[in-house]
């Protein structure tokens, strides 16, 4: 066992201002500025200090180091991959729902 291994979970429901989120990911709030300049993030709110992120912008955000870091992709190529990999996740939700539907149509 690994006794490095952390593991933390996240309210879905749960709000996050900037200062939670760059603490949450050990960022700086520069860094999540230019990820709400492409895209990659959308926070509630006006001004910095309304910001509040849901937490699955807590996932794209260390998507988005590891793309950098370990892939070496710029930006506006995160962002693109990040595009990608949400509609690969629609279109596995579509399908599933689909061979769902379709097996109930077979026992009928």
Same mark, same amino acid.
């Given at each position: 066992?690994?006794?490095?291994?952390?593991?933390? &979970? &996240?309210?879905?429901? =749960?709000?996050?201002?900037?200062?939670?989120? =760059?603490?949450? =990911?050990?960022?700086?709030?520069? &860094?999540? !500025?230019? %990820?709400?300049?492409?895209?990659?993030?959308?926070?509630? /709110?006006?001004?910095?200090? *309304?910001?509040?992120?849901?937490?699955?912008?807590?996932?794209?955000?260390?998507?988005?180091?590891?793309?950098?870091?370990? %892939?070496?992709?710029?930006?506006? /190529?995160?962002?693109?991959?990040?595009?990608?990999?949400?509609?690969?996740?629609? %279109?596995? !939700?579509?399908?599933?729902?689909? *061979? !769902?539907?379709?097996?109930?149509? *077979?026992?009928?």
């Amino acid at each position: 066992m690994n006794p490095d291994l952390q593991c933390t &979970f &996240f309210d879905d429901d =749960c709000h996050y201002s900037l200062r939670e989120l =760059c603490n949450v =990911c050990n960022v700086h709030a520069q &860094f999540i !500025q230019e %990820l709400i300049d492409e895209g990659i993030l959308s926070p509630q /709110g006006q001004k910095p200090q *309304e910001w509040r992120f849901r937490a699955v912008e807590i996932k794209r955000i260390q998507v988005s180091i590891r793309l950098q870091k370990d %892939l070496r992709i710029n930006l506006p /190529g995160t962002a693109l991959a990040l595009d990608l990999l949400d509609e690969i996740a629609r %279109l596995r !939700q579509s399908k599933s729902r689909l *061979e !769902q539907l379709y097996s109930l149509e *077979e026992q009928g």
